[in-house]
């Protein structure tokens, strides 16, 4: 089973600031904290392939979910390595992983397309370049829809359960959360990152790097609002559940619907909508 987890407080993710802070017509001067928003380069073959702005932390899962929901690798035993990217004098770079693909993917000439792309990926940015549906379609099957059951009541205390463990958040107010859950509601694991997108990667990447990969059966919670690309990497990951403390985009119902999935949308107190694929909630 996948442990829980709890944001810790350290410099690297979270730092302080002082404000001047008005309230009507007082003012104080007082120390704030924020989020750090730092970019991440991943090299394949010291080649750059993407810089991610994201918070730091959990890297290594960042850098595996973004290759398979990119379409970089479509398992993960295609990666030989992930590590430290090192410069001229072999010393280890600061936000820079180097990733070393099996040969016969990663190093194959005839496929040189999908290994210099070069694009910058903003926390607010998902899949770039990735947006008809219908080409997923083809290359991705459509989840069974008849294969799980949530309880409705179940569902309403999910937000409360992600919020109690969103250490950061609670210190910051800048930062999303993703986390995953089984059928019963029990939270398995969290991530967070000044990208919504990023925090779900983490949490793909993390079922890559722990053999839990696809996660079959269970619920993906998001802590704003689901896009696209949400959609599109909970249906790599198999998914079947996704649900959202405030409103879909047209495009994410569009998919949810035709890949199967289950969109669930303002998930707050004890109502919710439902998108898509109703069946599998009951009371």
Known sequence: MISSWRSPLDPERVMQVNVTHWQDNAQQFREEQLTVEEPLELRIATRSLVVIMRTPGHDRE????????????AQANEVQMVEAGLDDDGLPLANVLEITLHKQRGQDKAQPAAFERHFVVSASCGLCGKNNIAALMTTTPPLDSDTQHLSAAMLYELAARLRSEQAVFEHTGGLHAAAIFDEQGQLLLLREDVGRHNAVDKLIGHSLLHG???????ILLVSGRTSFEILQKALLARIPCVVAISAPSSLAVE??????????GFLRDHSMNVYTHAQRIVR
């Open 255 to 264: 998919l949810a619907e035709q890949s199967g999935i289950t969109l669930i």
């Open 212 to 218: 839990t990969y696809p996660y079959h059966k269970r």
């Open 62 to 73: 960042l850098a595996m979910g973004f290759l398979l929901t990119e379409g970089v690798i």
